[in-house]
């Protein structure tokens, strides 16, 4: 939990600060086209890396995360 609520905090500080000076710098469109592919890219790197736990016992997804390794 400790690790998921310190990258929300971590990610939220980059974009709140980030936001401003980019924004400045080049045009709202090509900010959030930014962000947009940001997103993206983390979409993906989570679709390839994390295991679908859904309906399955603590022990299946073990052995799923030890075959990934």
Excluded at 6 to 17: A, E, H, M, P, V
């Amino acid at each position: 939990m400790l690790v998921a609520v310190l990258t929300l905090w971590i990610g939220n500080f980059t974009l709140s600060y980030s936001f401003p000076a980019l924004n400045e710098r080049i045009d709202t469109t090509w900010t959030f086209w930014i962000y947009g592919i940001i997103c993206l890219t983390g979409f993906m790197v989570i679709r390839k890396y994390l295991v679908e736990t859904k309906g399955k016992s603590l022990e299946e997804i073990e052995k799923e995360m030890i075959k990934r390794e």
